[in-house]
């Protein structure tokens, strides 16, 4: 038995039950808690099914917030403060609600690359204005809309292990962790007033290699992009492109024998240098905690609109995801804009990721039918290093023979990934992103933008987590 003497009342016993855990690999089942100012008050002991009770309560969040409750003006201006510091630090707080020890916060990350410095900004943030008696910190990151992963923070522990210049280890082993579904409007009432616009403008670099006439051809565009959140889950977004510079006109037309679902590059090229390269409509939902959903149609991409969709489960406390996408299309014409072909297929894939522990690689397989009516299987492997930078190859073997699949035999290619904030001092989630194909053919191919939720909601996932855990402590 571990007895540990505490200033103040000792309260309930889960409250303590953390350390329990710490103690129990010693040998330790129960602790005994006594107030060191008043020994004459009744001791508390607690075994290890506390630990228990705390590790359930530390992940139920709160089904809704009622109704009827009356917010202080103290924690109105702690609430209000929390909401500024966080903006400064480019976190959008969506949903903050104080209750008696500890404060449950919803929040989306725009802007740092990893998802745990978000954390810990964030976490100094409620540091610096929750009043002292709030000891818990509840944490729901949100990405496209949906609630993924929540954090739960002890005060105290927080602290202490940034006094001792700890590391990620150490929070972790106090922390909760796990996949959540709880929404914003569960945790407190909107903070963030909708519809909410944004816009950018981005470089594009397209590339073709090995063409009969040159071994190297380029295309730079300057790409034009906007959208509208009516609410926090349903998008409106598209972008214009425009030619800055090319030699793309010396393409050879394609002489396949499948469909040209990539391989009229010179004809998308002549006609459509300058043209819309997306305009779609999106909405994604969460059904369970880890199961996510994504619904979109339009203009998908530059070749090819239509509708459909994808699924992605990530079970918590693993490094692997099992996705799913089904989508209709329809070739688009050459000059980018809204015509259409007779030209459509029904394509999809199922998919399997893991993100190891060992030495930042990946894996990706992708089996299922591509755009050309082929069906088979993609295996991708890549190796992501601590700067951000991801370096990885492909390849891509169908039903599909060499003989009609053409020069290159079967689709291959490399995959280069370099985030914008190793290249520049500012923090973003931008990045430089190339497939480098030696051949570009019509067998193997797939919609662009690849498997997007797995993407999107990637930064909020267990490995990164667990990989990017001193972050939390020295953002």
Request: proline residues 6%; glycine residues 8%.
């Amino acid at each position: 038995m571990l007895m540990a003497y505490l200033k103040g009342r000792p309260g309930d016993c889960s409250r303590y039950a953390q350390m329990i855990d710490a103690a129990h690999d010693n040998g330790f089942a129960s602790v005994t808690i006594v107030d060191a100012d008043d020994p004459g008050t009744p001791a508390r002991h607690c075994s290890t099914r506390d630990s228990v009770r705390f590790a359930q309560q530390q992940l139920t969040l709160l089904t809704s917030w009622p109704e009827e409750a009356t917010e202080s003006a103290a924690a109105a201006k702690a609430r209000d403060l929390a909401v500024q510091l966080a903006a400064a630090q480019g976190l959008e707080i969506d949903a903050l609600a104080i209750h008696d020890t500890q404060v449950d916060v919803a929040f989306t990350n725009a802007r740092y690359r990893t998802e745990p410095e978000a954390y810990g900004r964030l976490a100094r943030v409620l540091m610096a204005t929750m009043p002292p008696e709030v000891e818990t910190f509840r944490i729901i990151s949100l990405a496209q809309g949906v609630p993924t992963r929540e954090l739960v923070l002890p005060r105290s522990s927080l602290e202490r292990t940034i006094s001792d210049e700890g590391g990620g280890s150490e929070i972790l082993a106090d922390a909760q962790t796990g996949e959540t579904s709880v929404a914003p409007s569960r945790v407190s009432r909107p903070l963030v007033r909708y519809p909410v616009y944004d816009w950018s403008i981005r470089p594009v670099y397209n590339q073709s290699f090995f063409d009969p006439n040159r071994p190297y051809l380029y295309q730079l565009l300057a790409a034009f992009g906007g959208g509208v959140n009516f609410t926090p889950q349903l998008r409106l977004e598209g972008e214009l492109q425009a030619n800055i510079a090319s030699d793309f006109g010396e393409l050879l037309p394609s002489d396949s024998l499948l469909p040209h679902v990539r391989s009229d590059q010179d004809l998308y090229y002549k006609y459509g240098r300058n043209g819309i390269a997306e305009l779609q409509g999106s909405y994604t939902a969460t059904a369970a905690p880890g199961v996510y959903a994504l619904a979109r149609g339009g203009i998908l991409e530059s070749m090819f609109a239509g509708a459909g969709g994808e699924v992605l489960w990530r079970p918590d406390t693993e490094r692997w995801a099992l996705g799913a996408t089904l989508y209709e299309v329809w070739q688009r014409g050459f000059d980018r804009l809204f015509d259409l072909q007779p030209y459509h297929v029904l394509t999809g894939h199922v998919s399997l990721y893991y993100q190891s522990p060992w030495y930042g690689l990946d894996l990706q397989v992708d089996a299922g039918r591509y755009l050309a009516g082929d069906t088979g299987a993609t295996f991708t492997i890549s190796r992501r290093f601590q700067t951000g930078v991801e370096i990885g190859a492909f390849a891509t073997f169908t039903n599909v023979s060499s003989s009609q699949f053409g020069e290159g035999a079967f689709d291959k290619g490399f995959i280069i990934r370099i985030p914008m904030d190793f290249m520049v001092p500012l923090d973003s989630q931008s990045e430089f992103d190339m497939n480098l194909r030696p051949v570009t053919r019509d067998g193997g191919q797939m919609l662009q933008p690849e498997q997007l939720l797995y993407d999107e909601l990637r930064r909020t996932d267990y490995g990164e987590l667990l990989d990017n855990a001193d972050e939390i402590v020295h953002p």
